[in-house]
T-cell receptor, first 116, second 114 residues
Framework: AQSVAQPEDQVNVAEGNPLTVKCTYS??????LFWYVQYPNRGLQFLLK??????LVKGSYGFEAEFNKSQTSFHLKKPSALVSDSALYFC??????????????FGGGTRLMVKP | DAGITQSPRYKITETGRQVTLMCHQT?????MFWYRQDLGHGLRLIYY???????DKGEVPDGYVVSRSKTENFPLTLESATRSQTSVYFC?????????????FGSGTRLTVV
C-alpha cells in the first residue's frame, strides 16, 4: 500500500525567509510525487511533480521540491516566502508499480502561514 | 471555459432530504473522484470511477451514492442527508491513460446540513 505523511499541521515563517514543508512517502515500487496548493475557498491546484530525472523539481510560483530516495522524502521549498504563499499544501504519491490504477494517495495537509 | 465544474457552489439542506452534487469535466478524462474535506481529516475519498458505468467505493462511502452514465458527468447523491455530512466536497478528474498526470480539482461545493 502507498502512503504519505506530512508531519507538520502548520508551518509559520516570516516573509522573505526560506520555507520548507515536509513530506515523506511509502510505496512498494518507484514513486510519482506531487504537491498541490489550496487557497481559501478554492479547489486544489497543481504545483509540481516528480516522475523521474533530476531530484530537484521546479514548479509554479517559485516553489521547488527535492526528491530524496534514501530518506523517502519530497519536501517543498521556496527560497523567499511571500504573504500570498499562505495556504494549505498537500503532498501526494502514486506507486508506479501499483496495479490499483490511477490512484493518488494524499497527505493530511500542512497549513503554511507567512507573516509580514 | 473548459475544465471541471461543480454545482452548486453552496448548498444548505435539511436533515433527511436527498441532495445531489454535480460534477462535469470537459477533457474526457477516464477517472473521476469525489472527496470530502473536513477540518482535522484532510481529504477523504468517498467514491471514484475508472470509466463510464464503473464505480467503486473509497474510504468513506456510507450514505452516498454515485453514478456515471456518461464519461463527463459524475454526480454524488446523499440519499438522506445527516449533519455529519456537512462538509466541503471536491470532485476531481484524471487521465487514466497517463500516470504522469495528477488530478485536476473542481472548486468545491460547501454543503451544510441543518
Amino acid at each position: 500500500a502507498q502512503s504519505v505523511a506530512q508531519p507538520e499541521d502548520q508551518v509559520n515563517v516570516a516573509e522573505g525567509n526560506p520555507l520548507t514543508v515536509k513530506c515523506t512517502y511509502s510505496v512498494s515500487g518507484n514513486p510519482y510525487l506531487f504537491w498541490y496548493v489550496q487557497y481559501p475557498n478554492r479547489g486544489l491546484q497543481f504545483l509540481l511533480k516528480y516522475i523521474t530525472g533530476d531530484n530537484l523539481v521546479k514548479g509554479s510560483y517559485g516553489f521547488e521540491a527535492e526528491f530524496n530516495k534514501s530518506q523517502t522524502s519530497f519536501h517543498l521549498k521556496k527560497p523567499s516566502a511571500l504573504v500570498s504563499d499562505s495556504a494549505l499544501y498537500f503532498c501526494a504519491v502514486r506507486d508506479m508499480n501499483n496495479n490499483a490504477g490511477n490512484m493518488l494517495t494524499f497527505g493530511g495537509g500542512t497549513r503554511l502561514m507567512v507573516k509580514p | 471555459d473548459a475544465g471541471i465544474t461543480q454545482s452548486p457552489r453552496y448548498k444548505i439542506t435539511e436533515t433527511g432530504r436527498q441532495v445531489t452534487l454535480m460534477c462535469h469535466q470537459t477533457w474526457s478524462h477516464s477517472y473521476m473522484f469525489w472527496y470530502r474535506q473536513d477540518l482535522g481529516h484532510g481529504l477523504r475519498l468517498i467514491y471514484y470511477s475508472a470509466a463510464a458505468d464503473i464505480t467503486d467505493k473509497g474510504e468513506v462511502p456510507d450514505g452516498y451514492v454515485v453514478s456515471r452514465s456518461k464519461t463527463e458527468n459524475f454526480p454524488l447523491t446523499l440519499e438522506s442527508a445527516t449533519r455529519s455530512q456537512t462538509s466541503v466536497y471536491f470532485c476531481a478528474s484524471s487521465d487514466g491513460g497517463n500516470p504522469n498526470y495528477g488530478y485536476t480539482f473542481g472548486s468545491g461545493t460547501r454543503l451544510t446540513v441543518v
